[in-house]
């Protein structure tokens, strides 16, 4: 359920850009138990994560349920100045997608 | 919501996307190798068969390759794990937690022009290693980095 939109920060520094990027999910393992009624939750969890600068694929993050709640991602990359738009996009095991955009600073 | 319509639009959205994407020449083979999620890498359940489901079943340890974890992690669910490597033409980072039951926890497909640094969070079981293994010009390296956890991070 992606109820919260992602936050990206993308700066310059030096000749490199770094990103830093939180994405809400849940990320559930398939191993936790509902507590009241003692049934598994089913596993939840981004699957595919798509970072793209001006089109152009610059990290490709595979993930499993062994991500952390909530994951954080940072990384840095060349090529990139100031005022280009960085864009997330993520797949999850249950269909469901969101992406987010920000400008590089 | 009529989900069938929902599911049809889905379907139709992505197939329009590769469609463009693969007529504006933007499908480099990484990218199509990208497209595929590694399942037996991601069901593998030791740390060996993580690496020949990666293809690189005799890493060596290496000095360009640096594991940043706590010594001590208080809650396994949330593990800092910093990779860096100075090898030249990086493919890809993948990070391990040898004593999960499923070990490989995250692969990154790493561009090029992408610094061989990647910063995220994933959970542990119990205390183990936290493993880097790095492809970098078609061969594999790694590092370690012993990780104590107090509270395990994977089931209730």
């Known amino acids: 359920m992606a109820n919260k939109p992602m936050k990206i ?26 507590k009241q009624t003692g049934k598994l939750i089913p596993a939840h969890f981004i699957k595919e994560v798509h970072c793209e600068h001006n089109g152009r694929d ?40 969101d992406a987010g955009e920000a400008v590089i600073d | ?28 083979p990484r990218a199509v190798l990208a497209a595929g999620w590694p399942k037996p890498a991601f069901e593998a359940e030791s740390v060996d068969s993580v690496l020949a489901a990666l293809g690189g079943a005799e890493p060596n340890d290496s000095q360009d390759v640096k594991v940043q974890a706590p010594d001590i992690a208080e809650n396994g669910a949330v593990v800092s794990v910093t990779v860096e490597t100075s090898l030249p033409n990086v493919e890809s980072i993948s990070v391990v937690a040898r ?8 692969s ?20 183990s290693d936290v493993i880097a293994v790095v492809k970098a010009n078609g061969k594999f390296y790694t590092a ?8 395990g991070g994977c089931g209730g």
């Open chain 2, 99 to 106: 004593d999960n039951t499923r070990p490989l926890a995250a």
């Open chain 2, 108 to 127: 990154y497909l790493v561009a090029e022009g992408t610094d061989g640094f990647i910063s995220s969070r994933i959970k542990m079981r119990k205390t």
């Open chain 1, 9 to 34: 920060r993308a700066w310059v520094d030096g000749d490199k850009t770094q990103v830093k990027a939180i994405i809400f999910h849940p990320m559930e393992t398939g191993q936790r138990k509902n």
């Open chain 1, 58 to 97: 610059v990290l490709t993050c595979l993930w499993s349920t062994a991500v952390s709640r909530n994951p954080f991602l940072s990384f840095r990359f060349k090529g990139a100045k100031s005022g280009d738009k960085i864009r997330i996009s993520w797949t999850d095991n249950q269909g469901e997608h």
């Open chain 2, 144 to 151: 370690k980095k012993a990780v104590k956890v107090t509270l």
């Open chain 2, 1 to 28: 919501m009529n989900q069938t319509r929902r599911t049809l639009l889905r379907a139709s959205m992505a197939a329009g996307v590769a469609t463009v994407a693969s007529a504006a020449g933007l499908l480099s």
